[in-house]
């Protein structure tokens, strides 16, 4: 499949990296197809990525896999939320949240409410509303920064 993008100019992704997201997103219903793009320059993917749409190329949102900073974060889905995406598994569902960067870095954030869920075996996704008492604007600098320092040591 093949996008013209905002920020990454005119990619080609193969099929079996389109991920489905048949119910769309928050704030953007009719968008169905992402990918995940990240910085191959890199010796190793940073922790934050990009869910690109491959329906507009002109939308694409910072991601993180919350695991990645918060290793504790287990919310609850109702499970009919999932049927759709298929048998999951602890080796298939992959979780992402999105990431707030606003103009003040240090108020960076991501939005734990609602995480996107993928089965990685069927590359079917949806976005969630978990039923646990989550922030939807979770604050991530200081994990960040810490981690960076840890790193450096």
Do not use: C
Not at 4 to 27: A, H, M, V, Y
Not at 124 to 131: A, H, L, T
């Amino acid at each position: 499949m093949k996008a013209d993008t905002r920020l990454f100019g005119p990619i080609e992704i193969e099929d079996e990296k389109i991920i489905e997201i048949s119910q769309g997103i928050i704030g953007f219903p009719d968008l169905k197809h992402f990918t995940l793009i990240y910085d191959s320059e890199r010796e190793t993917q940073s922790a934050i990525r990009w869910l690109q749409s491959m329906d507009d190329g002109d939308i694409a949102m910072p991601v993180i896999a919350p695991g990645e900073l918060l290793p504790d974060y287990r919310p609850t889905v109702n499970n009919e939320l999932l049927a759709d995406l298929g048998e999951l598994t602890s080796e298939n569902t992959y979780l992402l949240v999105t990431v707030r960067v606003p103009e003040n870095i240090e108020e960076l954030s991501v939005n734990l409410k609602a995480p996107i869920v993928i089965n990685t075996d069927t590359n079917k996704g949806s976005q969630v509303i978990v039923e646990d008492d989550f922030e939807v604007r979770h604050k991530i600098y200081d994990l960040i920064r810490d981690g960076q320092q840890k790193a450096g040591e």
